[in-house]
């Protein structure tokens, strides 16, 4: 069989035994260990009360110990917490694929993979308008595009475009380029798309390929603080630190090569792969803040924080995304990230998650630090969300299914009982998200902008028209639409709506997945082939911008695809896609955390 047919993905996802069906299974044989015990205090002739007594406590903390949210719910309920979640419908699965919607949206991977293959075959990047390609540097490309779209394509069941692109990185692909490359960009897309490539095909010229890459990106770690540089010159192996932030890395591309390294040592047996990761997850722990959030900007010097932004968005958004899935990637097993998590989550509720004072609407803050003028630092919170964001929704709600659950596999969608209060919280907040990030979407095309600003009572936003929720800044009828005002193909908020139906069954996230779908296809469509961004989602017809970035194919249309397939193609409890989507599966180690 051909590898990457849909036949052959759903045979390698035929579930095997993980840690966590195992743990469902030592809970299945304890009762009858007790029903065991029962008959031998019969046996033995003693006496029936205190024997009784005993049993009923041993019974008690056994299912304290399974399921603290016994204990815990009545304790914050107490304590004047909201426990509360949304009622639950009986356990779902096995959902079915919506085959018509499905299609659809292969259809509309091929429109846009067609169009590149004609016009711009092994660029990096893709101008649907001009059909011309371009590279990321003058060097040469590094197959960003091919190499981030494959993996679709194996999902999809695209046999004879996957062999097409297999045989460019096979022959054409060549790493030793000597330019600079974006190390956090270079490791999520092309050592993201190698490693989920082989791990769908156990293809060894994957793994070859992302061996060499790899090698080239490791140098980027010999900083002072073994903070890796922002830059990578690939042909001569070295670190680059970025001109443009005084040589500063950001937190969220130091703390997003994890999944990948990690991944990459486990198939290698190479250690120093994994070593490297670990080492930055250990320098950002002791330089954390006490509120468990983390500022924008670290210094590879000294490893500690830079006083910058704080927030969920651009350089900050994947650290949090990562803390939790690389719990999930060793299987719940590296409680150190699950309390850096935990940590992190509480920060985020305690200082940037807010509802709209006119609305109610639940929305993410970011926090800027400013000087008085008697020189002491002041943190203004901005009601700024960029698109960005949209992922913590569907992350919030993974989040509280695993690290915030009582128990494995939770429900779908998880009972009450199955969460604790942190993920209880988590759950509601991330579904409230969701909701804000559709809200964001009621715009002249149905697509949400780059960059959406919440009303606060001293925004200073006056006028007739003016909007009770939100608003794009700096946007004026007639005038030109602010950087802010774009759709660019992102796919957070698709992302967050995969999750949110895998994780609960509700068919309202494949309706609201297929209304952008729609919006997608109607305004960024390019009737010649491949898809654009668009300059200003308030205008009709839409004004067209000549790219198409990778992430339409890696991420948007395979999220889209997912979520109308049925949910034996790559199951959360497998699988933990790393931040450009790349499914990379959920792995059995003995090797855990060493801080
Ligand atoms: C992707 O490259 C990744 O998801 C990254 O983490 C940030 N966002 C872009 C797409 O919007």
Not at 15 to 21: G, H, L, N, Q, R
Not at 106 to 118: G, I, S, V
Not at 261 to 268: G, I, K
């Amino acid at each position: 069989m051909a590898p990457g047919s849909e036949a052959e993905l759903r045979k390698r996802n035929t579930p095997k035994t993980s840690t966590a069906d195992l743990k469902a299974e030592g809970k299945e044989k304890q009762p009858k260990a007790k029903a065991n015990g029962d008959s031998r205090a019969k046996e033995s002739g003693l006496s029936a009360t205190p024997f009784i007594v005993l049993v009923l406590l041993g019974a008690v903390a056994v299912l304290v110990y399974q399921n603290p949210a016994v204990v815990t719910e009545p304790l914050f309920e107490f304590l004047g917490f909201d426990t509360d979640v949304s009622p639950v419908e009986p356990t779902r699965t096995g959902f079915v694929a919506d085959v018509e919607k499905r299609d659809a949206v292969k259809a509309a991977f091929r429109h846009a993979w067609l169009a590149y293959e004609r016009d711009a075959m092994g660029d990096d990047e893709y101008h649907p308008i001009s059909h011309k390609g371009t590279n990321l540097t003058e060097a040469g490309g590094i197959g960003y595009t091919v190499i981030d779209s494959i993996d679709t394509m194996l999902i999809m069941g695209l046999q004879d475009e996957y062999e097409r692109a297999r045989q460019w990185v096979a022959t054409k692909l060549s790493f030793d380029q000597d330019a600079n490359f974006n190390t956090f960009e270079t490791t999520i897309r092309v050592l993201g798309g190698l490693l989920s490539a082989y791990a769908l095909t156990n293809d060894s010229m994957y793994i070859e390929k992302a061996v060499d890459l790899a090698d080239r990106i490791m140098p980027a770690f010999d900083t002072p603080a073994r903070l890796p540089t922002s830059m990578i010159n690939l042909a001569k192996r070295q670190g680059v630190r970025a001109e443009d932030n005084k040589g500063l890395v950001s937190t969220a591309e130091i703390s997003t090569l994890q999944l990948e390294f990690r991944y990459l040592a486990y198939l290698t047996d190479n250690d120093d792969y994994w070593d490297a990761v670990e080492k930055v997850m250990r320098t950002i722990r002791s330089s954390s803040l006490t509120t468990g959030l983390a500022s924008i900007f670290m210094n590879p010097e000294d490893g500690r924080f830079v006083l910058s932004a704080i927030r969920l968005g651009s350089r900050g958004d994947s650290y949090y995304e990562y803390l939790l899935k690389q719990y999930l990637q060793t299987n719940l097993t590296e409680h150190v990230y699950q309390e850096m998590y935990n940590g992190a989550m509480d920060g985020v509720h305690g200082h940037l998650i807010k509802k709209g004072q006119f609305t109610g609407l639940t929305y993410t803050s970011e926090l800027i630090p400013e000087r008085n003028p008697r020189g002491e630092i002041q943190w203004r919170l901005t009601p700024k969300q960029d698109h960005l964001v949209c992922f913590f929704g569907g992350s919030l709600m993974l989040g509280a299914a695993t690290s915030g659950a009582t128990t494995q596999p939770v429900s779908i969608p998880p009972r009450p009982s199955e969460l604790t209060p942190r993920g209880k919280r988590d759950w509601q907040t991330g579904e409230a998200l969701i909701e804000t990030c559709m809200q964001t979407h009621d715009t002249a095309t149905g697509l949400a902008p780059e960059i959406v600003h919440f009303r606060i009572p001293s925004d200073g936003v006056v006028g007739s028209g003016v909007p009770q929720d939100w608003y794009i800044k700096g946007a004026q009828p007639g005038a030109p639409a602010p950087y802010d005002a774009r759709y660019i193909l992102r796919p957070e908020t698709v992302e967050s709506l995969f999750l949110a139906y895998r994780l609960t069954g509700d068919d309202k996230y494949r309706r609201y997945g297929w209304k952008i779908f729609e919006a997608i296809e109607r305004h960024c469509r390019i009737e010649s082939g491949g898809y654009a961004s668009i300059i200003n989602v308030d205008q009709v017809p839409a004004v067209h911008e000549d790219k198409m970035e990778t992430f339409l194919m890696s991420e948007t249309l395979k999220y889209l695809y997912l979520l109308f397939e049925d949910d034996s193609v790559l199951p959360l409890s497998k699988y933990v896609f790393n931040t450009e989507a790349h499914p990379l599966p959920i792995i059995s180690t003995t090797r855990k955390a060493n801080f």
